[in-house]
């Protein structure tokens, strides 16, 4: 019941915003600004590659759908799709979520366990913690040359960063109770920490989790947005290499049909995540 | 904070900077100062610049009014965007929070909307606002607007219902119920978010000044270094905008701390 009542709602919040948006669309007449709700649905069909199909070449498809669309022309003449971006952006938040998540957890475990480790490394990792992961991009392609490395480890880092605070705080001020009474009763090493820490910091770490989700979409479309020839933050900008990048007239269509997508990919990714957390802590409902 | 605590944190600074000294010259000479980039060599880059090239480069930024004028022009854009950004995001959370009926209609894209990378509406805004100031700002108010939104939204969602009951039941009408219970129980959840909307700030204008971007601005002049490459000066840019967020979490912080009183002295 609930659950159909939702989706009603959900149902008619959407079509109420797509009806809001062609009407005003429409009221502005400013296809440049705000395109009308046809060409959207046609830039996302060419998009995900059947204007290529259809034309058979960048150029055919750019007459067909957008009459003055430079971005879309740059994207089909450089085979660009919407499903293949996705899958490479995607690819690299999943890297830096698997990399990122167990180096952030880890510190703030030690951090959150070692009154010690605390004292020396806080004022570190502050410090280390406040520098941009976009701003450093150039710094690590000098280190690593111009490879995937430069749009891997902006998202490993802000993952692991985001990660470290919550873990901190479950491990220092949840699981310290409970350390405290199982170190009373003898408990040591291994069972103290599989036991006792990892779960009694868990529903932390799995608010930490989704956190550090919507900054790993935020860093790796950035980071591609500044330096890399595929992914969603390449087709955003409109491809093209790294002198032109911004320079091009945007096309809002495609641009639009982008963000549509990545909502969509972030909340189905975070809605995985909250379902896995809400399995991994069932304890704490218990 | 204690003494062992204060000489601590002091130890760890010093032991890594010290690390970073040693690094640099252990790599003077021995670390590669030809890079190749994918499409051709760089040279003579210092991937780790000693203290002296550091102190120089620093000492020209600061000298030749760079550096600072660089900060004042970024800064000044962050703030506007914060402001802006959060007024209309605390705003509307509010106004969702406390209408259940606004809050069915626009929970769905709510929920759907946090997710979307508000860098990705970079080009967007370029189109809509122009190349000049409005669009960086605006683009740094919107990402903080939706953090701030979320928080004040989930602020006044989770005021527990006794309070507000209580309250109506001692007779205080609406407004005096909004301004005297939710809004002190929103505060933490709103402070929160205002400090993670103010890192997130800091993010989005290394990158939004790339639009149109001049020479008076952290994020040309980080790009810039990276475009020559200039490894000193990329260094300190890195150092100054960390050094300005930084300052701004530590403003945030004393905000919250500010801002939730109440609660120390309801305890």
Known sequence: ?286 | MSWTRVRRAVIGLVAASVLYVLAAELGRGRLPDRIWLGAHYVENVQLLPTWRSLLEEGTFLIQSNILVESVVVSTRRVVLGLLLGSIAGILLGLLTGAASRLEALADPWVTFFRFTPALALLPLYVVWFGYGESSKVLLIATNVAVITFLGAHHGVRGVPRVYLDAAAALGADRWLQFRKVILPAAFPSILASIRVATGLAWVTIVVAELINAQMPSLGYLLALAGAYPRVPNMLIGLATVGALVLVFDLLALLLHAWGTRWMERAA
């Open chain 1, 1 to 286: 019941m609930v659950i159909a009542r939702r989706s009603l709602l959900w149902m008619v919040s959407l079509l109420a915003l797509i009806g809001v948006y062609t009407l005003a669309a429409r009221l502005v007449s400013r296809p440049d600004i705000l395109p009308p709700t046809e060409e959207i649905a046609t830039a996302f069909g060419a998009l995900l590659g059947r204007g290529v199909q259809l034309g058979g070449g960048g150029e055919h498809a750019h007459h067909q759908h957008h009459p003055d669309s430079q971005q879309m022309e740059t994207l089909l003449q450089e085979g660009v799709t919407l499903q293949a971006a996705l899958a490479v952006t995607t690819g690299r938040v999943l890297f830096g979520l698997a990399v990122g998540l167990p180096l952030g957890a880890l510190f703030g475990l030690l951090l959150g366990a070692s009154r010690r480790a605390d004292d020396y490394l806080h004022p570190i990792y502050i410090l280390v913690r406040s520098v941009p992961p976009l701003a450093f991009i150039t710094y690590i392609m000098l280190w690593l040359g111009h490879g995937e490395a430069h749009r891997l480890i902006p998202v490993v880092y802000a993952v692991a960063v985001t990660m470290v605070i919550p873990t901190y705080h479950g491990a220092r001020d949840v699981a310290g109770k409970y350390v405290e009474a199982a170190r009373a009763l003898g408990a040591r090493g291994r069972l103290l920490l599989l036991k006792i820490l990892l779960p009694a910091s868990g529903p932390a770490m799995v608010g930490g989790l989704r956190y550090s989700l919507a900054i790993a979409w935020m860093t790796a479309v950035g980071a591609e947005m500044l330096m890399a020839e595929n992914g969603m933050g390449n087709l955003l900008v409109g491809g093209g290499m790294w002198s032109s990048r911004l320079q091009t007239r945007s096309d809002p269509a495609v641009i639009i049909v982008g963000i549509l997508a990545l909502a969509a990919a972030g909340w189905a990714m975070d809605a995985c995540a909250k379902a896995l957390g809400a399995r991994l802590t069932r304890w704490a409902r218990a």
